[in-house]
């Protein structure tokens, strides 16, 4: 039998589930093993069941012989040596908590699908105005529904425009982080996510906890996508600009920028929008 790969991230093989070990001599693994006193342990090795046998054995690392037995918990496969003994560096470097996410991702069977966007313009056009998710993490993670925006170019790049009301606890949080995700569904919005995360704020209560999302880390910025709206574009605020209210038309300004009206009222006074133009860095799909 041979593991189950589910996906390739630049010449590298993630493996998610291990139906049983394959030992191949041309792949090099990074590893972790979780040993008996609950610590990690990260190598590296072109056999990781031989590699494994060799630890419980007590002829592995130092560290673990006295910590015996250990458990495989994670790995990566790699067809070139030196990204692989590059990786194995980097992870061994990682705090605890860093590891743990790496397995929990596994466990929680976290994959992504780079994308080329273009290909997906019409489904994240058309689901937009129904409601989407703009993300952002300031050390505190929150996400609220949009339903206005654009997917395009800007100065060469591919951009993501979001309009944030000043009222939103998310206008707060994108200034702060100068980042965001996009997170989109692929089959149709979730009414209860637009619910919680287009009605409520995060000034007053964890959406994500609330509507029960999934975080899954992003690939290049801080922060998270959802597993639920897997379709996934991390981007870096390029610019920002507030609205002028009085060069928006008349009949659009009065209707939604109503001034002198209850401050009770959505759209009231001079809650209008700034526009953050987003840099998109990344883009997958969550699978
Ligand atoms: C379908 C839908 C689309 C929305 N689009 C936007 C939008 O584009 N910009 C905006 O500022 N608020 C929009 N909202 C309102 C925010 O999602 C809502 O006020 C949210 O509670 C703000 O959360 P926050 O305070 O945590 O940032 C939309 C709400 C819904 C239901």
Known sequence: MTPEVVTELSGMHLFWRIPCFLTNEEMN?????????????????????????????????????????????????????????????????????EKLKLIYQKEAGAMKEKINITEYANLITETLPKGILLNTNNGRFNSMVIGWGHLGTLWGLPTFVVYVRQSRYTKAQLDQSGEFTISV?????????????????????????????TLVDAETIHTPGIKEYPLTLECRILYAQDQD???????????????????????????????????????????
């Not at 979780?34 to 056999?47: A, E, I, K, S, V």
């Not at 458990?71 to 990786?87: H, M, N, Q, T």
């Open 29 to 97: 693994y990074v590893y972790l093993v979780r040993c008996t006193d609950d610590t990690l342990y990260c190598g590296w090795t072109t056999d990781l069941q031989a590699r494994l046998k060799a630890h419980n054995c007590g002829r592995g690392a130092r560290y673990t012989r006295s910590r015996l037995p250990v458990e495989l918990v994670y790995f990566e496969e790699y067809e070139d040596k030196g990204e692989a003994l590059s990786r194995e560096w980097h992870v061994k470097r990682m705090t605890r908590k």
């Open 245 to 287: 209210l009085m060069k928006i038309p008349k009949d659009i300004r009065e209707r939604m920028y109503p001034q002198d009206v209850p401050g009770t009222h959505p759209m009231a006074n001079r809650d209008f929008h700034t526009m953050y133009v987003g840099q998109i860095v990344d883009a997958y799909i969550i699978r």
């Open 185 to 213: 569904p692929l089959e149709g919005i979730i009414p209860s996510i637009n619910r919680i995360c287009g009605a409520k704020s995060g000034r007053d209560t964890d959406k994500a906890a609330e509507a029960g999302l």
